[in-house]
């Protein structure tokens, strides 16, 4: 079992940046690939970012590459999300999850077993 817990949402303005941050409990946290996630009010949840249990492999949508990066502290048991440069669009709750280690589809979304609660980015103008 693993339990996620998201911070570092907030308000910013356009062209701001926020770093999210994802802290797992478990001591398995490290054999985990984890995935951020977002859903925008009326949209379903789309994938935002991706990186390997040894972050050494990274997996970024489309529309947010350039702007973001994903990273981990293994021994911190956290993942966070550099965003810089947001746009209105870009306001969401963002969650962060866990694939375990028999997933094989983690970089592209699917996977996932476990999700935390998410935390509000929004995106004035």
């Known amino acids: 079992q693993v339990q996620l817990v998201e911070s570092g949402g907030g308000l910013v303005q356009a062209g701001g940046s926020l770093r999210l941050s994802c802290v797992a409990s478990?001591?398995?946290?490290?054999?985990?690939?984890m995935g951020w996630f977002r859903q925008a009010p009326g949209k379903e949840r789309e994938f935002v970012a991706a990186?390997?249990?040894?972050?050494?492999?990274?997996y970024y949508a489309e529309f947010m590459k350039g702007r973001i990066t994903i990273s981990r502290d293994n021994a911190k048991n956290t993942v966070y999300l550099q965003m810089n440069s947001l746009k209105l669009d870009d306001t969401a709750v963002y969650s962060c999850?866990?694939?375990?280690?028999?997933?094989?589809?983690w970089g592209t979304g699917s996977g996932y077993d476990y999700w935390g609660q998410g935390t509000q980015v929004t995106v004035s103008s």
């Open positions: 990186i390997s249990w040894s972050g050494s492999m990274q």
């Open positions: 999850a866990a694939a375990p280690p028999w997933s094989s589809s």
């Open positions: 478990g001591r398995t946290f490290r054999s985990y690939a």
